[in-house]
Nanobody, 123 residues
Framework: VQLQASGGGLVQAGGSLRLSCAASTRTVSNNGMGWFRQAPGKEREFVAGISWNGGITSYSNGVQGRFTISRDITKHTIYLQMNSLKPDDTAVYYC?????????????????WGQGTQVTVSS
């Protein structure tokens, strides 16, 4: 499956962005999906995940309350609404398909990855 992430850009601190990740096939319909990010010089870290039907969501402590993950099953697409952005949120954001129906914060639990979209938050 191919994943196409989009929606990144440059925004001032306190602003908002909405990322999208479209899957090329409906075969992801039974899989959890997630967003990870990687800042320069840092390891890739979990941001948010969502179950196959959207009923379960999980977030890292650093984005809880500011970011919202959602899913449109009919479009095979997940979204990440990012509000109250901070300079520390600057990173390349990747979407991924989980091996199971529920999300995980562990990157090895994901089997397919998108190409990433750059998010830059200026102070």
């Amino acid at each position: 499956v191919q994943l196409q992430a989009s929606g990144g850009g440059l925004v001032q601190a306190g602003g908002s962005l909405r990322l999208s990740c479209a899957a090329s096939t409906r075969t992801v319909s039974n899989n959890g999906m997630g967003w990870f990010r990687q800042a320069p010089g840092k390891e890739r870290e979990f941001v948010a995940g969502i179950s196959w039907n959207g009923g379960i969501t999980s977030y890292s402590n650093g984005v809880q309350g500011r970011f919202t993950i959602s899913r449109d099953i009919t479009k095979h697409t997940i979204y990440l609404q990012m509000n109250s952005l901070k300079p520390d949120d600057t990173a390349v954001y990747y979407c991924a398909v989980a091996r199971s129906a529920v999300p995980s914060s562990v990157s090895s639990s994901y089997k397919s990855w998108g190409q990433g979209t750059q998010v830059t938050v200026s102070s």
